[in-house]
């Protein structure tokens, strides 16, 4: 395939993400440049580790950019540390923080696309300390972000609220935005279905581990929208978000620009993508 996209990922590294690296990893529709792993869930080392392990028949050859355990505002990011996981395998740590990697990246790309499922405090630095960091990014797909109710407080989404000021710089920035709120992709799950077919697979094994209500496939889903915007709805809207009293919500704001919100996909086309996925 001739003129391939450039693809960033800027990723939590939970069970969804490991089910759409699985994808992109395999998939011949772009080429992926770089990875920087968010500190949400994960220290880079620990991330670093287990893409090697989960991933080693996949011939992953790139370094992780390690991010930095705090947000735009010096904020500690909610961290959690992943458990029976002590190598460190520092060869693939990348010797430039995050915000300086990508901004490589972007540059030797010229133009790239960025799938992020943290928060934005990479992509926000990036944009803050390069000025002409927005010239080179086509598209950038976010996961994050609630208009009905909240998962970490009734009015914000966690992405959001570990870095609001990050999310409003992204925001208010030239980058065209895919935004995929959790009032979308929360309220589908794997289903018993395609984990009655698969049980054999390790992932489809961790899922079924989980509460019913839990088995979210949210990064799977915001990949599904990056190869096919054409199976959602999206509503344009102006967005703005609250840094200080209800910290992380997102208002609608008419005089920034537009960014697309996902609030509908075609869910039978989306389930026989991630069979795909899985098979």
């Known amino acids: 395939m001739a003129n391939k996209p450039f693809l960033f990922l800027d990723i939590n590294y939970k069970l969804d993400d490991r089910l759409m690296l699985s994808e992109v990893l395999e998939s011949e529709k772009f080429e992926l440049i770089g990875i920087s792993a968010n500190n949400r869930h994960y220290s880079s080392n620990d991330v670093a580790d287990r893409l090697l392990e989960d991933f080693f028949d996949y011939g992953i050859s790139m ?28 060869h693939y740590i990348e010797e ?20 992020t499922t943290g928060p934005l405090t990479t992509i926000a630095g990036a944009i803050e300390k390069y000025e002409d960091f927005t010239d080179y990014i086509n598209h950038i797909f976010i996961l994050g972000g609630a ?14 609220y570990n870095d609001p000021l990050a999310a409003d710089i992204v ?90 919100v996902a609030n509908k996909v075609n869910i039978d086309s989306f389930y026989e993508f991630v069979e795909s996925l899985i098979s």
Do not use: W
């Not at 208009?147 to 959001?160: Q, R, S």
């Not at 995929?180 to 929360?186: A, G, H, M």
């Open 63 to 90: 370094p992780i950019a390690k991010t930095n355990e705090l947000n735009i505002k010096d904020q500690k990011i909610i961290t959690t540390k992943l458990e029976n996981n002590d190598k460190k395998n520092k």
């Open 171 to 260: 925001f208010r920035s030239n980058i065209d935005v895919f935004l995929l709120p959790i009032d979308l992709s929360n309220t589908i799950i794997l289903k018993d279905e395609i984990i009655a077919n698969h049980k054999e697979n390790s992932l489809i094994r961790e899922y079924m581990r989980l509460p019913e209500d839990q088995r979210y496939i949210s990064a799977a889903l915001l990949f599904y929208m990056y190869l096919t915007p054409e199976a959602f709805i999206f509503e344009e809207m102006g967005l703005k978000v609250d840094t200080k009293y209800q910290r992380g919500k997102l208002k609608e704001d008419n005089d920034r620009k537009k960014n697309l």
């Open 147 to 160: 208009f009905l109710k909240g998962d970490v407080t009734n009015d914000a989404e966690i992405n959001i």
């Open 96 to 115: 430039d923080e995050a915000i300086d990697y990508i901004y490589k990246a972007a540059k030797d790309c010229e133009v790239m696309d960025i799938i």
